[in-house]
């Protein structure tokens, strides 16, 4: 008895061994892509034909000579051959700085920590609402698969894909705040209020249409794939077999559906990520919403190329770290892949 | 009985496949005549300026309003639509070539290149689309030919792994060995086996591409980092829009935004329902 006893918490052990090695091999591989992204990021922004010192001077560049620019050159750097530079800008985004912004005129990283928190709570938000919605709608197709409930979801679904996000939030701002007045018209906080005097209601007041257009946007995906998981599902043999004791209705969604469902449904969540920062951008720019989003959209119209290369870095840490956990969940579920990690699902 | 009257009403009501797929391609291409035949006729004289009708509702004379310019709102819809589809349509296309290529170097060059190829397709899915968008059109300095680049290097990534793994499993079917083992040229199997299998995909994709790349050129521009503010995008008409919304002047958003929905949708039904076609794993759900 012991001796079985033994023999199982070995193999669980080394099932968790492989886990974690698995686990490490993958944090490394996102971070070597990382540090890909962040070179080709810097050598794009190396090609650009835009001029670092104009786009810092602006306007006043009549008023600066010859030897006042190669001055500001060698004082950042300019001067310097490329390898040289990429190091000097990798090492200091090691310690954290990643420059000073030109539009703001404050570092790159406090920038993006001042606006970190409001594009989290936006997305966290939307992320949670479109996940929830999504799969209930998706649950209720496969349920109803072929009926006329399923082809109107599936349809709402479809067209909702096709949909620009920022089209859909023009219309929620013309409906919800123009016409009936129910939300403001933009801004993250109250105009004309002093910072210290927002409260905590005003910040989700403002947050309420942007977050909702968003969640809209990323309902599609959710709710189509649930509904193919639980298709596939419902036509195994263990429902089969479940329906064959008696099971069903609700009973049996509880037990066997939303077990196998949600889980996938989990990871192309935390995989969506990218589609969620984008929708994002797009979300804050309609609605002036002060985040990340609307950093990235000023950055590059305005040329602001250490916030735009501290955003690129930023947003691709964020998918990262989405595409980590889905990654974690999936292997921390399936046993084929945790013991062979090269199997694609 | 009962089985049988309701398999055949069953069918009465649903369109089969083909049909489906029959009626998709008409109306996509009756769309495509019909804009392209639109922004013909219209030409530039449509987009004239004319103030003493400006800001009128949806009529029968404009059928999607005027704007604050006077500019009858339908035939900049047509003309941004053109624009987009045609944005949309190259962009579709360049990444197909794209992922062509990088799928079939992926499964044909050796395990080398595979990695590569698989390394570059993780690096581009990991930074957001639109953020990518925004940097390269940075980084061409704007207009048109940055937004074609930016949506070519954005969009390969979801198709090259679908060409990848049909070529590596039509390379290591049987039939292929088969094939070998009688003699066949590297090109006759190619010809024989590998193109009927990839050509439907590859033209599936595209079509599946088309509503990202349209989408992606539309959201773009309307950050303002695309075209110049002359040529009517779509996307630039919509966001000239917002400053009008708040005083009342719905139409200047919702038409264009919807002629461009259903455009998107008529290609992504098309796609959808010859995927559904070809491949017996999307035909059952």
Known sequence: MSGLHETVTAQVKGQWRGWIRFAGGRVLRLLLLLAFVCFVTFLLADLSPIDPIQAYIGADMMRVGPEQRAEIGAYWGLDQPFAERLLRWAGNLLQGDMGTSMIYREPVSDVIADRFASSAALMATSWLLSGIIGFALGSIAAIRQGGITDRFIQSVCYTIASTPAFWIALLAMTIFAVWLGWFPVGLGVPAGVLAGDVTLLDRLYHMALPALTLSVAGIAPVALHTRAKLIEVYDSDYVLFARARGERGWKLFLRHGLRNAALPALMLQFASFSELFGGAVLAEQVFSYPGLGQATVEAGLRGDVPLLLGLVICSSLFVFTGNLLADSIHSAIDPKRRLHPEVKS | MSAARSLTRGRGRRLTGRTRLLISAATTGLLLVGIILCSLFIGEQGLSVKLELRDL???????????????????????????????????????????????????????????????????????????MLILIAFVSGGGIQGIMIGIVFTHWPSLARVIRAEALSVVTADYVAVSRGFGRTRWWIMRHHLAPHLLPQLFIGFLLLFPHAVLHEAAITFLGLGFSPHQPAIGIILSESMRYLSSGMWWLAVFPGLALLVTVRAFDMLGHSLQRLIDPKHSRT
Do not use: C
């Not at chain 2, 035939?75 to 197909?96: C, E, M, N």
């Not at chain 2, 290149?113 to 570059?120: A, E, N, Y």
């Open chain 2, 57 to 131: 509702p949806p009529s029968l004379q404009h059928l999607f309003g005027t704007d604050w310019l006077g500019r009858d709102m339908f035939s900049r819809t047509v003309q941004g639509l053109t624009l987009s589809v045609a944005v949309g349509l190259a962009g579709a296309a360049g990444s197909t070539v794209i992922a062509m290529m990088m799928g079939l170097a992926a499964a044909f060059l050796g395990r080398k290149v595979d990695r590569v190829v698989t390394w570059l397709i993780d690096a581009t899915l990991s930074v957001p689309h639109l953020v």
